[in-house]
């Protein structure tokens, strides 16, 4: 079976090798728990279509940016994951494992307000793009909006930008519910949401059935696998993760959230083979070389 048909053959805009480094990691370096070896993460991005200068790039990237943290072996370079990259994932499994999974709507609002001026430009930037990552939709004028009590992660982000003085946010309820609709609307694109479900379980239903995943070889399993995940963690971020009843509409959150969870359940053991195959090249090498020598 070819492994990624058209789906993984042809790279999309949104996957980026940064991004592509940081999935990775999460759904098979932790599983290691050591650091990786650069060649062998250079390998496996190769296999995405990434070319070994972006492959290495991106690498030094995320370490300047002290998500990863270098560090050499004799010869060899490795990446450690940084207290910074692991609380990231941390939260990023918290908000894409938690998708469609707590249902016990309380009706609470968080809506946040910023004034932050154009010379602090760079932290405005990474604020949008925390509260996005928060689930936050944008209204207007600075204004964004959550149908969740986001208090105590809004406290630590906006501490750790050191915009406190331009920053305001209220929790509550609504006083009325007649303008409830128009502000969802406004705030999140639930007809571009509900078309990325459907094209999402579009793409995972040549995998799911058990006689094509029997077909996957090890690098097979891991593409799709690691595609998936990179795919489906964009979800919490456009999903304000209201009920149904509330949103208006009936689509297929539901269907997408049990598609994404059987296939990384059902492809994690041959997906981490191959990433373990990966990152056992160089220590193979360093057998063979030794072993040469000694002949």
């Known amino acids: 079976m070819q492994a990624a048909g058209s789906w993984l053959s042809d790279v999309p805009h949104s996957l980026q090798p940064q991004g592509l480094v940081i999935t990775t990691l999460g759904a098979y370096g932790r599983v290691r728990g050591e650091p ?13 279509g990434f070319s070994v200068g972006a492959a290495r790039v991106a690498l030094g ?18 990446y450690g994951m940084s207290p910074a990259l692991e609380h990231l994932l941390a939260e990023g ?17 968080t809506v946040l307000w910023q004034a932050v001026p154009d010379e602090l430009g760079l932290q405005r930037r990474r604020l949008a793009g925390r509260l996005r990552f928060l689930g936050f939709g944008p209204v207007q004028n600075g204004t964004w909006v959550s149908p969740h009590d986001r208090a105590r992660e809004l406290a630590a982000l906006v501490e750790g930008l050191a915009i406190e003085q331009y920053v305001g946010a209220i929790v509550g309820r609504p006083a009325t519910g007649n303008a409830l ?14 078309a ?6 579009d793409e995972l239903r ?35 993760g209201l009920p149904e009843v509330v949103l208006n509409r009936r689509w297929r ?21 191959h990433f373990d195959q990966a990152m056992e090249g160089d220590r193979a090498g360093i057998r063979e ?6 002949l």
Request: proline share 3%; aromatic share 12%; charged share 30%.
């Open 206 to 240: 040549p995998f799911r059935s058990a006689r094509a995943r029997g077909r996957l070889s090890d690098r097979d399993a891991f593409l799709v696998r690691t595609r998936a995940v990179h795919e489906f963690r964009h979800f919490p971020s456009q999903d304000p």
């Open 196 to 201: 990325g479900y459907e094209r999402f379980l």
């Open 253 to 273: 959150r539901g269907d997408a959230v049990a598609a994404f969870g059987e296939l990384y359940e059902l492809l994690a053991e041959p997906a981490q083979r």
């Open 36 to 48: 990786v070896w650069s060649g062998g993460m250079v390998r496996l991005l190769g296999e995405f």
């Open 61 to 78: 990237r995320l370490a300047r940016s002290g998500l990863l943290e270098r560090v050499r072996q004799g010869r060899q370079i490795y």
């Open 289 to 294: 070389r030794r072993s040469a020598v000694h």
């Open 93 to 109: 499994d918290e908000r894409i494992f938690g998708l469609g999974v707590d249902d016990d709507w309380t009706g609470v609002w």
């Open 181 to 194: 609709q128009t502000l969802i609307g406004q705030a999140w694109d639930l007809d571009a949401l509900a």
